[in-house]
Nanobody, 115 residues
Framework: QVQLVESGGGLVQAGDSLKLSCAAS????????MGWYRQAPGKERDLVAT???????YYADSVKGRFTSSRDNAKNSVYLQMNSLKPEDTAVYYC?????????WGQGTQVTVSS
């Protein structure tokens, strides 16, 4: 089993920056890809960014050029630097990890961007 704990959410204004962190514990040796999803009220959970063990990244079109995902394998942690935030980025952000044949999820952290 892998446990994921996110931190760093909050209330910011449009144009501000915020950095989310996610720390993994447990059977972390199994972990391959990590990343972030988000879910806005009344909408489905959507992929935001992924990052592989080797550092290869993927970003949703809606966040390209504004969000950057990074990873510290020694700390079993993944990060999401969010710049130029927009009101439409408001959502609960979930950290996830793939490993040991399973997908693992954090509890989510709220990001609210006011206009």
């Amino acid at each position: 089993q892998v446990q994921l704990v996110e931190s760093g959410g909050g209330l910011v204004q449009a144009g501000d920056s915020l950095k989310l962190s996610c720390a993994a514990s447990g059977d972390t040796i199994c972990i391959s890809n990590m990343g972030w999803y988000r879910q806005a009220p009344g909408k489905e959970r959507d992929l935001v960014a992924t990052i592989s063990n080797g550092g290869s990244t993927y970003y949703a079109d809606s966040v390209k050029g504004r969000f950057t995902s990074s990873r510290d394998n020694a700390k079993n942690s993944v990060y999401l630097q969010m710049n130029s935030l927009k009101p439409e980025d408001t959502a609960v952000y979930y950290c996830y990890a793939e490993g040991c044949g399973y997908d693992f999820w954090g509890q989510g952290t709220q990001v609210t961007v006011s206009s």
